[in-house]
């Protein structure tokens, strides 16, 4: 189960070390792609991966729509494997993308890991999480 958070610093080659607490769930292989909403990037590993490929091919692509998302996803995911140091390579278009340059925040999300800029996470984690609650209607 992928839970917490840690923070890690890119160096110059855009690499980061995965938390240590994250690297068996990934086992050495998995996907990093941008996230669905926020400038975050999602790591999955490969077994969660398929489940979503999975989800994305039950949409019908015969809507504009679908294909978007399928191509949302899918044109921006790369297969990354760790280093023998724990690291994983980032690519420049992503780092971009997620606004990552020098703290990177990672937070496990039960069956993915998001991927932050420490600013950015900052200020997500600021929301009104006890009004989404009682919007969903959940208790706790």
Request: glycine letters at 4%.
């Amino acid at each position: 189960m992928l839970i917490g958070k840690y923070t890690n610093s890119l160096d110059q080659k855009g690499r980061v070390f995965v938390p240590a607490a994250f690297r068996a769930d990934l086992e050495g292989r998995f996907v990093l792609t941008r996230g669905s909403e926020e400038k975050s990037l999602y790591i999955y590993p490969m077994e969660e991966w398929k489940k979503f490929v999975e989800k994305l091919q039950q949409l019908p692509t015969s809507r504009k729509d679908s294909r978007a998302i399928i191509r949302y996803f899918c044109s921006n995911a790369v297969n990354c494997d760790m280093d023998s140091q724990g690291r994983i390579l980032i690519p420049s278009e992503l780092r971009e993308k997620a606004e990552l340059k020098k703290d990177v925040v990672f937070i496990g999300m039960v069956s993915r890991i998001e991927i932050w800029s420490a600013e950015n996470f900052m200020e997500a984690d600021e929301e009104d999480i006890e009004g989404k609650l009682e919007s969903l209607n959940i208790d706790f």
